[in-house]
């Protein structure tokens, strides 16, 4: 497997949209997460990894091409659409006012 990985920084929401959409993204977190959004999105083994270290993420990345972008797809479509934020912002708003 050949990988041609390349360090970016920040860039421009429209050239991330573009290498989002055709790569394979490695996303390390170091430190504790105050919300938990990496670790809320991760399905391991289905949409993508979570690992403890190194090692972990060595073996992780030879079984990268496993997943199924389609899957992730549906995946994020299912659980983070507009539409279902909206219903789900809704339902805490009415939970928080009381109704």
């Not at 949409?47 to 899957?71: H, N, P, Q």
Request: charged share 35%.
């Amino acid at each position: 497997m050949l990988w041609n990985i390349k360090y970016l920084s920040e860039v421009e929401p429209a050239i991330k949209v573009e290498y989002l959409a055709r790569t394979r993204l490695l996303y390390t977190v170091q430190h504790e997460e105050f919300f938990g959004t990496v670790t809320e999105m991760v399905r391991h083994g289905v949409t993508s990894f979570l690992v403890r270290d190194l090692d972990e993420m060595i073996k992780a990345m030879k079984l990268v091409d496993s997943l199924d972008r389609r899957e992730c797809r549906r995946d994020v479509e299912r659980r983070f659409s507009s539409k279902v934020m909206a219903q789900r912002y809704e339902e805490l708003y009415r939970k928080l006012a009381g109704t």
